[in-house]
Nanobody, 123 residues
Framework: QVQLVESGGGLVQAGGSLRLSCAASGRPISSYAMGWFRQVPGKDREFVAAITFRGDIQYYADSVKGRFFISRDNAKRTVYLQMNSLKPEDTAVYYC????????????????WGQGTQVTVSS
C-alpha cells in the first residue's frame, strides 16, 4: 500500500506561483508512475501532468503546458508540481495519484490517490 499526502495549496493572485508536494509513505514510489490531477465541483477529475517512475518523461495537459512542471525525488518519496503564471481557471482541488502502469495514470485510473489540496487563484 502507498499513502499519499498533498500539501502546498493556498490562495494566490493571478500570475503568481505555487509549488505542490505529494509525500508518499508505505511502499516506495520509485516503481510507480505518478501524476497530478484537479477537480472542481460538478466536474470530472481532470488530468494535469504525469511523470514516469524514473522521472525521465513528463506529460502535460495542453491547458498547463509551459506553465506547470512536474518532478520527483524518489529518495525523498515526493512528487512536486511547480505551477507558474497561475490563472483563475486553475482554481481546483489538486490530487496526486500513482500507478505501476503509465497508461493508468494518463487515463486517471490511479491505484493510489491522495486527499487533495485546494488551490485558489484570485483575479
Amino acid at each position: 500500500q502507498v499513502q499519499l499526502v498533498e500539501s502546498g495549496g493556498g490562495l494566490v493572485q493571478a500570475g503568481g506561483s505555487l509549488r505542490l508536494s505529494c509525500a508518499a509513505s508505505g511502499r516506495p514510489i520509485s516503481s510507480y508512475a505518478m501524476g497530478w490531477f484537479r477537480q472542481v465541483p460538478g466536474k470530472d477529475r481532470e488530468f494535469v501532468a504525469a511523470i514516469t517512475f524514473r522521472g525521465d518523461i513528463q506529460y502535460y495537459a495542453d491547458s498547463v503546458k509551459g506553465r506547470f512542471f512536474i518532478s520527483r525525488d524518489n529518495a525523498k518519496r515526493t512528487v512536486y508540481l511547480q505551477m507558474n503564471s497561475l490563472k483563475p481557471e486553475d482554481t481546483a482541488v489538486y490530487y496526486c495519484g500513482g500507478s505501476s502502469l503509465w497508461n493508468k495514470v494518463l487515463q486517471r485510473e490511479c491505484d493510489y490517490w491522495g486527499q487533495g489540496t485546494q488551490v485558489t487563484v484570485s483575479s
